[in-house]
């Protein structure tokens, strides 16, 4: 019975011990590190699609904004002559708009994903990514034909929404330059490491016959008035 007891006793430890989780490994630097690159991937494609869609909507909201302001004559699309002009747009004028549109977003895209892959604290932030493309939109200057248009309105438009905190930050880099300047120069200041309030004086060691001379010198023109240290 004592037998039976105890081999129960067994199998129910082994059990136990087989439903025992695994406790969790220590991640390593490099794992950490993949890991922290592949939430930056992440959050770059993120923000990408959102910034697209952000300034999607704000240009179709000033579009019909415009429209409405406006108020353009209505069209007869049953008159032969705006029949033809509605052909014609078609044809011709549609198409290579949609070429130069295409264009534009490749060019903005590509210089979005530059922009934002250089500040990925900006593409984890969904808010602050809105009103720097808000902005963008706003102060946008560049036709969006090259690059460097687009991106320099988009550094023109993340300097306008982080004003205060560049200005801060420009502050606390002077600080810390003027606090290392500092501790460079105190050890030269106050221990002697880098000067001396006066040259040192270094006399040449003479033969005792013209050491004889140089004191005799030294003698006479001392009694002249004259500082022989300088000498």
């Not at 302001?69 to 008159?79: A, N, Q, R, S």
């Not at 052909?87 to 290579?96: D, G, T």
């Amino acid at each position: 019975m004592e037998e039976q007891e105890k081999n129960l006793e067994d199998l129910l430890a082994d059990e136990t011990a087989s439903k025992k989780v695994e406790e969790p490994k220590e991640k390593t630097a490099e794992e950490l590190e993949v890991e922290r690159l592949a939430t930056e991937k992440d959050n770059l494609a993120r923000a990408i699609e959102e910034a697209k869609t952000e300034l999607r909507a704000v240009r179709e909201e000033k579009s019909k904004a415009k429209g409405e302001e406006e108020e353009l004559p209505k069209i007869d699309f049953e008159d032969p002559s705006a029949k033809a002009w509605a052909n014609h747009i078609s044809k011709e004028i549609n198409p290579v708009q949609q070429e130069l549109d295409k264009e534009k977003e490749e060019i903005r895209t590509f210089a979005l994903k530059k922009f934002l892959a250089e500040k990925p604290t900006l593409a984890a932030n969904t808010a602050k990514l809105k009103e720097v493309i808000d902005t963008y939109e706003k102060i946008r200057t560049c036709s969006e034909r090259t690059q460097e248009g687009v991106m320099l309105d988009f550094e023109k438009a993340y300097g306008a929404v982080f004003a205060e905190e560049e200005a801060i930050k420009r502050r606390e880099d002077r600080i810390r330059e003027a606090e290392a300047n500092r501790e460079y120069s105190e050890p030269g200041v106050s221990y002697g490491a880098t000067g001396y309030k006066q040259e040192r004086q270094h006399k040449p060691n003479y033969d005792p016959d013209t050491a004889a001379v140089v004191s005799k010198w030294d003698k006479e023109l001392s009694d002249l008035g004259y500082d022989t240290s300088k000498f």
